[in-house]
C-alpha cells in the first residue's frame, strides 16, 4: 500500500464509501420494489448524488442541525438515520423513524440532527437558519445546513434565509445542488444566472461552486465553509453540480432528458465510480476492501427492507395521536 | 398585587416575565425593537405600536429586530423552537400570514404528527388582528378560523388584560405551536392584572356573565359588544349569559354547551367572516351536542361576507355591533 495522498486517514475513507454506498443501494432497491408496487405513495430518489451529502455531512456530528429536501434518502443515510427505520417509514410501518405518519418525504431524527425531508421546496432554508440562531444563542459550536436543490433555489425562502442568515452572522451553510433540473426544468430555463453561486455574492456571503461527483472536491469544499461557519464567520453558500441517475420521482419516464444522457452519465459521472477508482488507483485502498463494504452494505439493506415488510402497520388508535404534545 | 392595567402594559409584562425567568427564551419581529442600526435611539419605537417597548434595555439581543422577511424569520422562529429555544415571533398584522404560511401551516404545525411525535415545536407566534383602525382590507381582518382549521397550531385571542397576561405566558411555556391574536382595540382596556406571573390555561373559557334566557358565545373584542347588548337587553328583562372562549383551539365547547342547556338560546358571535367561522363551528356543534335544549335556532352575528372597508362609515358597518348581537338575541326569544 501506498502512503494516503488524501485528506481524510484510510479507515474515513472506507466509511466515506460505506455511507456512498449505502445510499445508492438504498435507492436502487426503492427503484425497483417501487416498481413492484411494493411502496406506497411515491418517492424521490437521491443516486447519482452521493458524494454530496457524503461529503458535506462527514464534517458534521449531532449537534449540526440540517433541514433537507423531498429528496432527503441521501442526507438522512449521511446524518447517521438508521436505514432500518427509515425502510419502515417508506413502507408506512410502525417501525419506521416517524411510526409511519411521515413518509419518504418527512422522515426525520432530531436526535441525529435530521430535522427533517420536507415536501415544501425550499422551507428547510429558514428552518435551519433557526438552527443556527439556537446555536448560537445557546453557545454551543453546533451549526445550521440548508439543502435545496436548484430549484428550490429559486424559492423567496432561500433568498430571504440567506439575507437573514448574513446579516445576523448565523453559523450556517446553504447547500445547492444543482442537478440540472428542477422536476422535468432545465436549470438553464428556469434560473437567471449561470451559477447559483453568482448569487452569494449579492447577500455579502462567500460563493464557492464544486464539483459534486468528487468526493474529495466537495469535502475540501464543505470543510472549508462549515469551518467558517464554526468560527463565527457567518453563512456561505456552497453549490454541488451533480447528476440525478432517475426521474424526478419514480415513474418519471423522463421523456425531457436528452437521448443517453442517464447512460451517459452513469458511465462517466458515477461518484462511486469515481471514488473507487481514485482510492485504488492511489493504491491507498484495495479493491477487495470495497467489495467487501459492498457485499456487508447490501447484506444490511436486505435485511431493513424485510423488516419493513414484516413490520406491522399502524391502526386506528394512531391516527389521532401525536399532534399536540397536549390539548 | 394587582394593579390597573392596558392589555398592552400587560402583554409586555408576559414577555418581561417571560425572558427573566427563561434565557430561551427569544423575542423576533419586524420593529420590535425599532430603530435598530439607524442613527438614533435603539429601542426607537419597541413595536409598531409599542408593545415591546422597554424590553431591549432589559434583555439586550435576545430582542432582535427582522428584516422584512416574514417567511424567513418566522420559519427561523420555528426551526429555532425544535432545536431548544423558546421564540416568540411578533408578525406584526395577522394579516401579513399570506406571505409566510408555509412555515406555520406546513411546517410548525405538522412536526409533531409528521416525525411520529418526536418532534416539539414550542413557538409562539403573536399577531394583532380586528378592524376598527381604519386600516382597510390588509391590516384589520379577523383570521382566527384559518388556523383553527389547521390540527397542530393552538389559537388563543383574549379579550382584556388579565387574561392576555396569563394566556401569553402559557402560550410561551407551552410545547406546541401557538397562534397569539391580539386585538388593536383592546390594547387600552385596562383591568386588574396581579404583578407576579401566572397562566390561563388553554381550553377553559371564562363565563363573563351569567343569565338564564339566552347564550352569548364570542372571542377578543366581541366580548365587549356582546356585554354591551347584555346590559340593553337586561333593561328588556331578557338575562343574557356572556362565553368569552378565550382559546379558539383548543375550544371548550363543554362549557358552551352547559350554558345553552340551561338558557335553551344561542347567539354566536364572531368578528370574522361567516363562511367556516368560528360562529358557525360553536353553532353546528351546539346544534349537534344540545339540540333537544335549543328553544330556538342559534343565530350567529359575525362580519358580512365581504373584505374590510376602508371609509370609517363602511368600516363601522363591517364590525358586528351590540345592537346587531341584542336583535339576534331578540330574534330567539321571539315566540
Redesign the interface.
Known amino acids: 500500500m501506498n502512503d494516503n495522498v488524501f485528506p481524510l486517514g484510510k479507515e474515513e475513507l472506507l466509511k466515506a464509501y460505506h455511507t456512498m454506498k449505502t445510499i445508492r443501494e438504498f435507492e436502487e432497491r426503492l427503484h425497483v420494489d417501487f416498481g413492484r408496487g411494493e411502496i406506497p405513495g411515491f418517492v424521490h430518489l437521491y443516486a447519482g448524488e452521493e458524494a454530496a451529502a457524503t461529503g458535506i455531512i462527514m464534517h458534521l456530528d449531532d449537534q449540526d442541525r440540517i433541514a433537507s429536501t423531498h429528496r432527503g434518502h441521501g442526507h438522512c443515510i449521511a446524518k447517521g438515520v438508521d436505514i432500518g427505520e427509515m425502510m419502515g417509514e417508506i413502507y408506512g410501518k410502525t417501525t419506521g423513524a416517524c411510526r409511519g405518519k411521515g413518509g419518504s418525504m418527512h422522515i426525520a431524527d432530531l436526535s441525529k440532527g435530521m430535522m427533517g425531508a420536507n415536501g415544501i421546496l425550499g422551507a428547510g432554508s429558514p428552518l435551519a437558519c433557526g438552527a443556527a440562531l439556537a446555536a448560537k444563542t445557546l453557545g454551543h459550536k453546533g451549526i445550521g445546513m440548508s439543502f435545496t436543490g436548484d430549484g428550490a433555489s429559486n424559492q423567496g425562502t432561500f433568498l430571504e434565509s440567506l439575507n437573514l442568515a448574513a446579516i445576523w452572522n448565523l453559523p450556517m451553510v446553504f447547500v445547492v445542488e444543482n442537478n440540472g433540473y428542477a422536476e422535468s426544468t432545465s436549470v438553464d430555463y428556469a434560473t437567471a444566472v449561470d451559477s447559483y453561486a453568482d448569487r452569494a455574492a449579492g447577500f455579502g456571503v462567500p460563493g464557492v461552486i464544486v464539483d459534486g461527483t468528487d468526493f474529495f472536491a466537495v469535502y475540501e469544499a464543505a470543510g472549508e465553509v462549515i469551518r467558517r461557519a464554526r468560527e463565527g464567520g457567518g453563512p456561505s453558500l456552497l453549490e454541488c453540480k451533480m447528476v440525478r441517475f432517475f426521474g424526478h420521482f419514480e415513474g418519471d419516464a423522463q421523456t425531457y432528458r436528452g437521448e443517453g444522457e442517464n447512460e451517459y452519465n452513469r458511465e462517466n459521472n458515477d461518484c462511486l465510480k469515481l471514488f473507487r477508482a481514485r482510492v485504488t488507483e492511489a493504491g491507498v485502498v484495495d479493491g477487495g476492501e470495497l467489495d467487501a463494504i459492498d457485499s456487508e452494505v447490501l447484506a444490511a439493506i436486505d435485511k431493513a427492507v424485510e423488516e419493513a415488510v414484516a413490520a406491522p402497520l399502524p391502526g386506528a388508535a394512531d391516527l389521532t395521536t401525536d399532534v399536540y404534545v397536549k390539548y | 398585587m394587582a394593579r390597573n392595567l392596558s392589555m398592552k402594559d400587560a402583554i409586555n409584562e408576559a414577555l418581561d416575565q417571560e425572558m427573566s425567568r427563561d434565557p430561551?427564551v427569544?423575542v423576533m419581529g419586524e420593529d420590535i425593537v425599532g430603530g435598530s442600526g439607524s442613527p438614533g435611539e435603539d429601542d426607537a419605537w419597541g413595536g409598531v405600536l409599542g408593545v415591546t417597548k422597554g424590553l431591549y434595555a432589559k434583555h439586550g439581543d435576545?430582542l432582535?429586530d427582522?428584516?422584512l422577511?416574514e417567511?424567513?424569520?418566522?420559519?427561523?422562529?420555528?426551526?429555532?423552537?425544535?432545536?431548544?429555544?423558546r421564540?416568540v415571533a411578533e408578525l406584526m398584522f395577522l394579516d401579513f400570514m399570506g406571505v409566510c404560511f408555509?412555515?406555520i401551516f406546513?411546517?410548525a404545525a405538522k412536526?409533531?404528527?409528521?416525525?411520529?411525535?418526536?418532534?416539539?415545536t414550542p413557538v409562539t407566534i403573536r399577531a394583532m388582528v380586528g378592524a376598527g383602525f381604519r386600516a382597510a382590507a390588509q391590516h384589520s381582518q379577523m383570521l382566527t378560523p384559518l388556523f383553527t382549521h389547521i390540527?397542530?397550531l393552538?389559537v388563543v385571542c383574549p379579550s382584556n388584560a388579565y387574561d392576555a397576561k396569563g394566556l401569553l405566558i402559557q402560550s410561551i411555556r407551552?410545547?406546541?405551536p401557538v397562534i397569539f391574536c391580539e386585538h388593536k382595540a383592546l390594547y387600552a382596556s385596562e383591568t386588574d392584572v396581579p404583578e407576579e406571573s401566572y397562566t390561563v390555561p388553554f381550553?377553559e373559557a371564562n363565563i363573563v356573565r351569567e343569565g338564564s334566557d339566552a347564550t352569548i358565545v364570542g372571542y377578543g373584542l366581541m366580548v365587549h359588544r356582546a356585554s354591551e347588548a347584555a346590559e340593553t337587553l337586561a333593561g328588556e328583562g331578557i338575562q343574557c349569559e356572556i362565553v368569552d372562549l378565550r382559546t379558539l383551539s383548543?375550544i371548550d365547547t363543554d362549557s358552551v354547551v352547559e350554558s345553552v342547556e340551561n338558557t335553551g338560546r344561542l347567539v354566536c358571535v364572531d368578528e370574522a367572516n361567516p363562511r367556516c367561522s368560528i360562529a358557525a363551528d360553536i353553532a353546528a356543534t351546539v346544534s349537534q351536542q344540545a339540540f333537544s335544549s335549543l328553544k330556538a335556532a342559534p343565530q350567529m352575528v359575525t362580519a358580512p361576507h365581504t373584505p374590510v372597508p376602508f371609509s370609517p362609515a363602511l368600516e363601522d358597518l363591517y364590525i358586528p355591533s351590540a345592537e346587531a348581537i341584542a336583535d339576534a338575541v331578540r330574534k330567539t326569544m321571539a315566540p
Open positions: 430561551t427569544i435576545r432582535m427582522t428584516p422577511s417567511s424567513a424569520y418566522i420559519g427561523a422562529a420555528v426551526g429555532a423552537s425544535t432545536c431548544g429555544l421564540p408555509d412555515q406546513n411546517q412536526f409533531r404528527y409528521m416525525f411520529g411525535g418526536k418532534a416539539e390540527p397542530g393552538k407551552d410545547n406546541d381550553g383548543p
